[in-house]
């Protein structure tokens, strides 16, 4: 299972005219540092929040789509750094499916209800990979995208953000 939930009631930071990437803007615009996006991967519940890990790893997550989205190599591989969500996901594609590899570095991370430590994780090893179609997968990614552009264009931004592009199909 792969499911990504997160919180629609978004705590407004500011809009900076400064800033110049969409990155950047998710950082500025969120006003706190609490956990707003929930993954759910088997049996999993990856913690996240949009002003700093998403910010941070919003570039790797278009990357990723679009790669999926390309579907003319069999493997990919995409890193994520930030400084509460660090991995490296292995991607094997078969046709409309993918299997994901992860290889959790630094994660706030549950399983069956508990907070466990990555030392743990490595011995647990239970529904690590992540087998789901494309388009399925990049439909919970989008949705989260969608919901950061909706809020990044209620508060000032627009299209003149590096990294913007992707947000504009979706």
């Not at 591989?77 to 630094?106: E, G, H, M, Q, Y």
Request: charged share 25%; with cysteine; glycine share 4%.
């Amino acid at each position: 299972m792969f499911k990504i939930k997160f919180n629609c009631e978004n705590v407004i930071g500011t809009f900076d005219e400064d800033d110049e990437t969409v990155g950047e803007a998710i950082e500025s615009s969120f006003g706190n540092y609490d956990t707003d996006v929930f993954i759910y991967w088997n049996s999993y519940i990856i913690y996240l929040n949009k002003k700093c890990d998403i910010s941070d790893i919003y570039n790797d997550i278009i990357k990723m789509i679009l790669c999926l989205k390309e579907n003319n190599t069999e493997n990919i591989a995409i890193n994520f750094l930030s400084s509460n969500f660090t991995a490296k996901w292995d991607f094997s594609i078969k046709k409309d499916f993918i299997a994901v590899t992860p290889r959790w570095i630094n994660v706030s991370l549950e399983y069956e209800g508990k907070m466990i430590d990555i030392q743990d994780l490595h011995s647990i090893r239970e529904d690590i990979i992540l087998n789901i179609d494309i388009k399925s997968f990049i439909d919970e990614w989008n949705n989260l995208l969608l919901n950061i552009k909706k809020h990044l264009i209620s508060i000032g931004y627009n299209n003149n953000l590096e990294g913007f592009e992707y947000l504009e199909s979706i």
